[in-house]
């Protein structure tokens, strides 16, 4: 079984940073896509970033591109999300995935393992 564990979230004030990592479980973790989404409380998830397997390619979603990077270190079955210009409508819980495929993906679909997400809270 497949486990992800987020963590780095917290409390940041606007134009502050945040690191988030997210640890996978397994053997396998070098062959997928890996994803970062994030709820908003009474909105639906979307979608942040994605990597590919080899992290040769990513996707950012509008709102967060030039702000947000994602990367992985496949030595460690760790990927990580930098986020730096931080702003009061990035609070949310984030979630990494990973992907049922090698390339990036950015639909919630696409993904069949997630963790149990990490309270971002950006204050005003």
């Known amino acids: 079984q497949v486990q992800l564990v987020e963590s780095g979230g917290g409390l940041v004030q606007a134009g502050g940073s945040l690191r988030l990592s997210c640890a996978v479980s397994?053997?396998?973790?070098?062959?997928?896509?890996m994803g970062w989404f994030r709820q908003a409380p009474g909105k639906e998830r979307e979608f942040v970033a994605t990597?590919?397997?080899?992290?040769?390619?990513?996707s950012y979603a509008d709102s967060v591109k030039g702000r947000f990077t994602i990367s992985r270190d496949n030595a460690k079955n760790t990927v990580y999300l930098q986020m730096s210009s931080l702003k009061p409508e990035d609070t949310a819980v984030y979630y990494c995935?990973?992907?049922?495929?090698?390339?990036?993906?950015?639909?919630?679909?696409?993904?069949?393992?997630w963790g149990q997400g990490t309270q971002v809270t950006v204050s005003s």
């Open positions: 397994g053997r396998t973790f070098s062959l997928y896509a």
């Open positions: 995935a990973r992907s049922v495929a090698g390339p990036p993906a950015v639909s919630v679909k696409d993904y069949n393992y």
């Open positions: 990597i590919s397997w080899s992290g040769g390619s990513t």
